[in-house]
């Protein structure tokens, strides 16, 4: 439990520019990946959580600016690294996995070619080393016959073979942290099964840690060993797995959790929803951003945002109900 | 004639797309079998579901109901008339009483109109007059959540699950008998997406409504089904009650669709079917059972032999030779 960190974020805060004025897209978030972990962040878009793992990356876009906090890999401290120092981390130390790999792979390379490229930057391997690397790499992420594969071109490929290709890349190099931005959002039911099997014996076999971004909680039940839930740029709520669903302390993981029909279990004739809409960066609720669709809400949710309380071993929700509760 | 119970009937619906090439595009080099001889009925007030991953042909299918597509084979009853059969017209007339929900339902908005005049924009094109129209708007608004004042303003002042009501509004407006709902939650956060859900299935209550809900979301199915038809690759390989196909599959495919959806809660033990591959590609449509390719059960005569829709009693009826009932 005490093992130090491989991934450590403190008070992180990422501001936007845009025409319609500045926003936080990230406030005051702070967490830990341990190694050989899976940390599962789950949110709605807007909630932050790929905003966080870009600024972890420092690959936010020009019109975004990290105006607080820390980020230590392992004992580095990422902030002051230079864009070349940070590139050598990229890849090496933490690799990243996106939802549409269409997007990652360029249309006009071969799939050989962009799994050596890494390689040979990277690691400066010979081509002839890369290239037997590669044709490894890709029968690790269990591309059937990686030799012929190694001269496709990207659109002769099944969107599920297209993100194997995108592990086998991020995994080039070696990395000891895959962060995994909703990795299996835009496939097939089954093509999302064995994607995510995929990944967890890998993460097994290579001992690396994982930083799996999704708005999915059955994915999150599934492949986490922690999870953090976001809303509206914070965190409300960090948790073990199992407590995360057996006593969710976030009125908003709450209810996430009911609004998911059963599969097995009797149906409800009405589902019970989370009413209201997902709230606006510009026009953020005071107090807790919840309070306009919290069930519980009083009058203290509009004025005082809410700090963490403890509610078990590695459990913490930042909701009033349990800071009345215990003080 | 006393009216039918069955408000659609579709029988052996096809549309095949044939695959063009050369520099003029004017050699047919193939053919997109995506829907593939389709039959089955809806009754007045009941919610068939189309389940399968992309390409299965299930929007195909939805829009071939509505004749907003030709079918190349096939025949559509709707009410007992034969659609295919209508002129321009009478096609116009019955059109009024099918209506559909689109996944993105923004993407049909005209930005410069407000919600009032998209919602009314249906019932002008029908004929009716400026105050019909208007008294008609006043009543829907309420009807999907809406607020009155809401009539005056744009498309993008509104949320993603609010624009959804605008387009179930669009729909209703002409009080039709029938909705196809394509993917209609699909594009929501996951916190909105029991609200329109919840919508629809009370607009159905309360109108007596006929849907058919396309969708890949096997919770959500369960929830508003009373029947699923489950398609691969052009073909409904099962078709049940919703109890039965949830407890009792028997098509492979629909056991390994069921056992890919991610657990409700961690630690839950569910049998894994071992899925293999990918989906083949409608272009190339494998002999004899389509699935053969990727079934784990596959015995010599599924690569020869095209299975029909076994009846297993009850309305349950299974494409799989594994099923096939004794002569």
Redesign the interface.
């Known amino acids: 439990m005490d093992e130090a960190p491989l991934l450590s974020v403190r008070d992180l805060t990422v501001a936007f520019d845009t025409r319609r004025g500045s926003f936080e897209a990230v406030s005051g978030v702070s967490f830990d990946v341990r190694p050989g972990r899976t940390l599962g962040v789950v949110g709605e878009s807007g909630s932050g959580k790929s905003v966080t793992a870009m600024a972890v990356m420092r690959l936010l876009p020009d019109s975004a600016r990290v105006t607080a906090g820390q980020v230590h890999f392992g004992a580095r401290d990422l902030g002051p690294l230079t864009d070349r120092q940070m590139q050598s981390i990229r890849g090496r130390g933490i690799a990243m996995v996106f939802q549409d790999p269409m997007a990652s792979l360029n249309p006009i390379l071969t799939i050989g070619w962009q799994v050596m490229e890494p390689l040979m930057l990277q690691l400066g391997l010979g081509r002839r080393a890369a290239r037997a690397r590669a044709q490894e790499l890709l029968s690790l992420v269990r591309i059937p016959s990686p030799a012929e594969i190694m001269h496709a071109y990207p659109h002769e490929l099944s969107g599920g073979m297209r993100q194997r290709v995108m592990i086998a890349i991020a995994l080039s190099c070696g990395p000891k942290l895959l962060i995994a931005d909703e990795p299996t959002t835009a496939l097939d039911v089954t093509t999302q099964a064995q994607i995510l099997e995929l990944l967890r014996d890998l993460q097994q076999r290579l001992d690396m840690s994982v930083l799996l971004i999704t708005h999915d909680l059955g994915v999150v039940a599934e492949f986490a060993d922690e999870v953090l839930v976001m809303y509206a740029g914070r965190i409300v709520e960090r948790s073990p797995v199992m407590a995360l669903f057996d006593r969710p302390g976030h009125p908003y993981t709450e209810g996430l959790l009911r609004s998911m029909p059963p599969l097995e279990d009797e149906d409800p004739e009405t589902l019970p929803a989370i009413e209201g809409n997902v709230a606006s960066p510009f026009a953020l609720p005071t107090g807790c951003a919840f309070h306009p669709r919290c069930p519980y809400a009083w009058d203290d949710c509009t004025r005082v945002l809410p700090p963490f309380s403890p509610l078990g071993e590695g459990h913490d929700a930042a909701c009033l109900r349990h800071g009345a509760l215990t003080a | 004639m006393t009216a039918p119970a069955n408000l659609i009937r579709a029988d052996f619906l096809a549309k095949h797309y044939p695959v063009l090439s050369g520099a003029f595009r004017k050699r047919v080099t193939g053919t997109v079998r995506a829907v593939d001889g389709v039959s089955f009925t809806i009754a007045r007030g009941e919610t068939l579901a189309l389940v399968g991953?992309?390409g299965c042909g299930k929007s195909t299918t939805g829009r071939l109901l509505m004749r907003l597509v030709e079918p190349t084979a096939g025949t559509v009853r709707f009410d007992n008339i034969e659609i295919s059969e209508l002129d321009a017209r009478q096609l116009r007339a019955v059109r009024r009483r099918m209506q559909l929900v689109f996944q993105d339902a923004s993407s049909a908005f005209n930005p410069r109109m407000t919600v009032g005049a998209l919602i009314a924009e249906p019932m002008d094109l029908a004929g009716l007059s400026a105050d019909q129209c208007r008294a008609r708007v006043d009543e829907l608004l309420p009807l999907v959540g809406l607020a009155a004042e809401h009539a005056g303003r744009y498309p993008h002042e509104f949320?993603g699950?609010?624009r959804q009501r605008i387009g179930i509004a669009r729909a209703l407006a002409l009080r039709p008998d029938f909705v196809v709902c394509d993917e209609p939650v699909s594009a929501l956060?996951?916190?909105?997406?029991?609200?329109v859900?919840?919508l629809l299935?009370?607009l159905q209550r309360e109108f007596g409504l006929t849907y058919l809900f396309i969708s890949?979301d096997?919770?959500?199915v369960?929830?508003v089904a009373d029947r699923v038809a489950v398609m691969y690759l052009g073909r409904i390989v099962e078709i049940a009650d919703k109890a039965t196909l949830?407890r009792k599959p028997q098509h492979p495919y629909t056991r390994?669709?069921?056992?890919?959806?991610?657990?409700?809660?961690?630690?839950?033990v569910r049998a894994?079917t071992e899925?293999v591959g990918?989906?083949a590609s409608a272009r190339a449509v494998p002999p004899g059972c389509r699935y053969h390719t990727r079934c784990p059960y596959v015995m010599p005569v599924c690569r020869v032999d095209d299975p029909e829709l076994f009846d297993l009693g009850g309305g349950h009826r299974s494409a799989c030779h594994l099923v096939r009932p004794l002569q």
């Open positions: 991953e992309s949320s699950g609010q956060d996951v916190s909105v997406q029991a609200q859900v919840n299935t009370g890949h096997l919770r959500i369960r929830h949830y390994a669709l069921l056992s890919a959806v991610p657990a409700h809660r961690p630690g839950t894994r899925v990918e989906v």
